[in-house]
């Protein structure tokens, strides 16, 4: 095959995500952000006539070893520890039993490409990519901070090899891909990655599920009794819906927004859930606090059709997909200044940044977006702007350019 041939032709590409289904609906088990991110891309490279593969690990006995979820399109389960959902920490302890059993899928199903989410599936796809001589690019969603740092700077290691893994991948992978210049950043300073093998390829939005309710940005809590705000995400410490709890139990008690609350917790976070629950009954807060549970895509969207103004409290986001997702619907965003989330809400353009943890800052920052109906109306309609230009189709476009690179590349040398 000729160069130019090479340039043109499909690939075959594998994401690799050990710990976690790229069909699992966010906000459940430990499905967030990244889930949505994996399988929005890998259903336009199919499209675009490309062989995907996605590959996790077995969490139910009766999971088939491989479903077509589409043309040019299969999700392989393999065999790594108990069919059944364990705890995030757990799956370090199958990585050389997941390892083996990609070798032994790609040695059958080959590929051009291996692409690793979040650092349990780069240690396990790093000898395998070795071995067949295609190149590793890693993904890591969140980067671990050290004990030493606040939590604001990023996740814990959940288990031990976490910190080491990931410098590891840094080190070792052909390239990085991260979804913001934040975590670029946090990869250059945090694991020492060069600078010139890492990639940054934002995301995209859905606009056939999340889009506004109306042509018209409608002033806050029209049509209804009261203004209504919504956090979503998995219910664990490093969201931080407590803090968004807390924030509206400090408005006053006459103009008090109700909130919304989409997710469920992962298997470590159910103290954290009831904590929530304990705080809503300690706050008087029973009217005003509804929690959904988990949803499907849709179930989400529409659920942010029917509010007004999104929270994101979150300690550390490399993004915060969700925020995206909120402006797609027409919904201005309330963030936590740390990470990606200062660049996925613009501040004081399509929502507001709080520099603090107060729950009376965060209250004050709230009341000023309700109170406001003409600063209102201005961060809902830059907000859904902004989204209308990001695309999944585009966001798989660069990420494609990223494997092209590599894998001709690979064929020069």
């Excluded at 899928?105 to 590929?111: E, G, M």
């Excluded at 709890?245 to 989409?262: Q, T, Y």
């Excluded at 300690?282 to 029917?306: I, K, Y």
Aim: hydrophobic share 45%; with cysteine.
């Amino acid at each position: 095959m000729t160069s130019d041939a090479a340039s043109v032709a499909p690939l075959g590409i594998a994401f690799v995500v050990l710990h976690t289904s790229p069909v699992d609906e966010p906000g459940t088990k430990d499905a967030g952000g990244m889930n949505v991110v994996v399988r929005a891309q890998a259903e336009v490279l199919a499209r675009a006539g490309h062989r995907v593969e996605l590959v996790t690990r077995r969490q139910r006995p009766d999971e088939p070893a491989v479903v077509e979820l589409a043309p040019n399109l299969r999700l392989h389960s393999l065999t790594a520890g108990p069919a059944r959902t364990i705890e995030k920490g757990e799956h370090e302890a199958l990585i050389d039993e997941f390892r083996d059993a990609l070798a032994a899928l790609l040695r059958d199903v080959p590929v051009d490409v291996i692409h690793g989410e979040h650092w349990f599936s780069g240690i396990a796809a790093l000898p395998v990519a070795r071995e067949l001589g295609v190149p590793l690019v890693q993904s890591f969603h969140s980067i671990a901070a050290d004990a030493s740092l606040p939590l604001s700077a990023g996740e814990r290691a959940e288990s031990p090899g976490r910190l080491e893994g990931e410098a590891r991948l840094a080190r070792e992978s052909d390239a990085l891909v991260v979804i913001s210049d934040a975590e670029r950043e946090t990869a250059i300073e945090r694991l020492g990655a060069a600078p010139e093998r890492i990639f940054v390829v934002p995301p995209g939005v859905d606009q056939t599920v999340f889009y506004p309710a109306d042509a018209v940005v409608a002033a806050p809590g029209a049509g209804r009794d009261r203004p209504r705000l919504i956090v979503g995400g998995r219910l664990h410490p490093l969201k931080s819906i407590d803090l968004a709890i807390d924030a509206v139990a400090k408005l006053p008690e006459a103009s008090r927004p109700d909130l919304v609350v989409v997710g469920a917790p992962p298997p470590d976070s159910l103290d954290y859930e009831r904590s929530l629950h304990d705080a809503v009954a300690r706050h008087g807060l029973d009217e005003r606090v509804r929690f959904t549970g988990p949803l499907s895509r849709a179930g989400f969207a529409g659920e942010m059709r029917e509010s007004d103004l999104l929270l994101m409290p979150s300690h550390s986001e490399t993004f915060g997909l969700v925020v995206l997702e909120a402006a797609a619907c027409g919904l201005p965003a309330i963030a936590y200044r740390s990470g990606g989330l200062a660049e996925s809400v613009r501040h004081n353009e399509t929502g507001l940044l709080v520099d603090t943890r107060e729950p009376a800052d965060w209250a004050a920052a709230i009341a000023r977006v309700l109170g406001d109906a003409g600063l209102y109306e201005r961060l809902a309609t830059t907000a859904l702007a902004h989204a209308r230009a990001m695309s999944w189709d585009a966001s798989a476009g660069q990420l494609l350019e990223v494997y092209r690179e590599l894998v001709n590349g690979a064929a020069r040398g």
